[in-house]
């Protein structure tokens, strides 16, 4: 009996430790040499998206026999976690959804990433049609390493019936905006403006755009990177006033609140003004608000920015490095006119693909939306992923003391000085 | 004495959750340990070796104080709520005036221990919402509108909301252990100070605290060594924010190594915390020692 038992747990710890190698061990490819198989990642488990693409594999897989594609998908900060796992060794799928500048660059680090100016300059015809100004994200060193697909941008939705009644229009610079917002609060709106700034990153976006309307661009270029990066200039003490100021006309409830739920409240007509990103418009719509519309962030008197520039980044395809020719032509496919037409017509989302939005896929006010993307001077990505997160933190906490008055903008400052030349070392 | 001869067959039985404890245990510990003397993020794949750097930073690391301070807090009014009202409350709950209400009472207050904490923190998001959450709408209609606050977004209150929702979610659990440890007391004791005429707080302090002291230890180092762990609460209900008012040390060793990509010093943090919590388990076996008396 004893020694059956030995042997018994013998047999059990081999299967345990057996357990663990067995499943890092890939299945053999069956490698029917004609039939060539394509990994392809997405973040986008979730309806409409999954069924989308699901469709459109079957289409590319009947137009091309020869080629079979594995589709794999997670969730949005899985995705993030997974990607990181995937790109640090030699099991990064051939083609793979990705964010713009500080996340893509990351990946791009690793060294993983195919390049794709000659596949593009091969092609005009395909590569024509993707808006110019949305591949800046996925540019690193002056080479192109993703395609950009889904655009997105940032503005100030308003309740056009709460400016009808209050006889407002829309203000074209920052002094007529805060006359606005004053007005709105005199007409008994608590609060004229409102954000979740328990949100970092909602905080985060509106600094983005104030230190892009009020810093010079050749400094915030230099400051965003952290090789050279110092944050000296006065510009950005300006913009935390702005920031300040902007806060106090959403009263004390932002700061307890997310933004989720500023966002009902500007559905729901409590409050008149949010900013919001355009991915966001058919969940307003959905709520039940049509009767909005949207400005850009207004020119800031005396700031040394471009007034016309959009905050907003899109999101794209990447291929690994070692990806099949044949998952460029399944790149191609992806971000035709044609495919792109349909996923905004399923979806809502706009497209970086000039001729794929129109009034017969999408409702007017995110058509307005589109014009403002695609008429942008240049894109500004997403505070957050456009400098460094150690810094971006200090920022996006220091908002939130900022709104509470537990802290100046000269400290925080003071701060993201300290820690841009901790990054610099 | 007799010499024992060696067995195998132990060994055999223990080897698989030795196995287990080195893989997920020890061997994370140690490389934790290691990890903590080098800059590397989650990225790259060559990590540099910075010798204490790391360790000096915890100096500078103005956030460290403020959350050390947040577990302290959260320590003290931990033991005061859940060791002392919850010891108060098993008192009352077995006294026998509450004889038929008790079972009742003792689900009552145990439904919180069986909700998860995410979904507790999610729901004392809306009790706490300053516009429409019941808190604040509570206050209004007793007619104390000048109490309302807003109570996650004031750094001044956060971290009390945090720690008042927590201890709404585990008093229930140590009232419970209290109550399994009144029992055990014998009833003659009481009888013996009925006859004696002791009323009923005069029992409560000269019979129940004595009877019950170690739960009393127990309960106390659980308490204190649960709230230097504390993730869940403040992390879902405020994030640590505004700025860093309520960030307790796992949120903020969590922050650094997973959202600002800073694996090495996320260890060192995280070797505070093991320090923290290894000097409490110290004290308690130490302590649990000298209380075998009964």
């Known amino acids: 009996m004893k020694r059956f038992l030995a042997i018994f747990m013998t047999v059990l710890l081999l299967a345990l430790t057996a357990c663990s190698s067995s499943a890092g061990n890939e299945e053999k490819k069956s490698s029917d040499k004609d039939v060539v198989e394509i990994n392809f990642f997405h973040r986008w488990p979730n309806e409409p998206r999954k069924s989308f693409y699901d469709q459109k594999i079957k289409e590319f897989e009947e137009a091309n026999p020869g080629v079979k594609i594995n589709v794999n998908s997670v969730l949005n900060d899985s995705y993030k976690e997974k990607i990181r796992v995937l790109v640090s060794n030699d099991d990064l799928p051939d083609i793979f959804s990705s964010w713009s500048d500080s996340f893509a660059e990351n990946l791009v680090s690793s060294g993983r990433i195919m390049e794709l100016d000659n596949i593009l300059a091969e092609d005009s015809e395909w590569a024509g049609k993707v808006i110019e100004s949305q591949f800046a994200g996925f540019t690193f060193d002056e080479k192109k390493y993703g395609v950009p697909f889904t655009v997105d941008g940032k503005a100030f939705f308003y309740n056009k019936e709460a400016f009808k009644k209050n006889n407002l229009e829309v203000p074209k610079t920052y002094k007529e905006f805060i006359a606005v917002l004053d007005k709105l609060q005199d007409a008994g709106y608590e609060t004229p403006l409102v954000e979740g700034l328990t949100n970092a990153w909602a905080i985060s976006h509106y600094m983005g755009t104030i230190f892009q309307r009020v810093v010079d661009p050749a400094v915030t270029a230099k400051d965003y990177n952290v090789e050279t990066g110092e944050f000296t200039d006065p510009g950005y003490i300006k913009g935390l006033e702005i920031f300040k100021e902007l806060t106090d006309y959403m009263g004390d409830l932002s700061t307890a609140i997310d933004h989720e739920a500023a966002r009902n409240m500007f559905a729901s007509g409590e409050a008149p003004i949010v900013y919001m990103q355009f991915a966001e418009v058919k969940m307003v719509e959905d709520e039940g608000m049509k009767d909005f519309g949207f400005f850009d962030f207004p020119e800031i008197e005396g700031g040394k920015g471009d007034s016309k520039a959009l905050t907003g980044a899109p999101e794209g395809w990447m291929l690994s490095k070692n990806a099949p020719k044949e998952a460029v032509d399944f790149l191609k496919f992806l971000t035709s006119e044609e495919t792109a037409y349909d996923f905004t017509k399923t979806d809502g989302q706009l497209n970086a693909v000039q001729g794929a939005v129109d009034e017969g896929n999408t409702s007017p006010a995110r058509l307005e939306a589109y014009e403002l993307v695609t008429n942008a001077s240049a894109t500004t990505p997403w505070f957050d992923n456009a400098v460094n997160i150690n810094i971006a933190d200090i920022f996006m906490r220091g908002g939130q003391t900022l709104a509470n008055e537990q802290t100046t903008p000269e400290d925080i400052m003071k701060e993201v000085q300290a820690e841009a030349k901790r990054l610099k070392k | ?294």
């Open chain 2, 1 to 294: 004495m007799q010499r024992r001869k060696f067995n195998i067959i132990p060994v055999l039985f223990l080897l698989p959750s030795i196995a287990l404890l080195l893989v997920f245990v020890y061997i994370p510990l140690i490389q934790n340990f290691y990890n903590s003397f080098f800059d590397f993020s989650v990225f790259s794949q060559t990590k540099t070796f910075v010798g204490l750097e790391n360790f000096k930073n915890l100096l500078a690391d103005k956030v460290v104080s403020v959350a050390l301070l947040n577990n302290v807090k959260y320590a003290i009014i931990s033991v005061v709520l859940q060791v002392g009202l919850a010891l108060v409350l098993a008192y009352i709950l077995e006294d026998k005036l509450f004889h038929r209400v008790a079972p009742f009472l003792r689900v009552v207050y145990f439904m919180p221990v069986m909700i998860s904490i995410s979904v507790v923190a999610l729901l004392f998001g809306f009790v706490y919402n300053p516009q429409m959450g019941l808190l604040n709408s509570f206050l209004e209609l007793i007619g104390l509108e000048n109490l309302k606050e807003v109570w996650l977004g004031n750094p001044e209150t956060a971290i009390y909301s945090v720690i008042a929702m927590s201890q709404w979610h585990s008093i229930g659990f140590v009232t419970l252990l209290f109550i399994v440890a009144i029992q055990k007391i014998p009833k003659e004791l009481y009888e013996a100070a009925d006859i004696d005429g002791a009323g009923k707080i005069r029992k409560f302090f000269s019979i129940t605290v004595p009877q019950v002291r170690e739960a009393i230890f127990v309960n106390t180092l659980i308490t204190i060594t649960g709230s230097m762990l504390v993730f869940n609460e403040p992390y879902i209900l405020t994030n640590g924010g505004p700025g860093f008012s309520s960030t307790v040390m796992s949120v903020h060793m969590y922050q650094t190594g997973f959202v600002k990509d800073n694996m090495g010093y996320a260890s060192t943090l995280a070797i505070i915390i093991f320090l923290l919590t290894a000097v409490l388990a110290l004290i308690q076996i130490k302590l649990s020692r000298t209380g075998k008396d009964d």
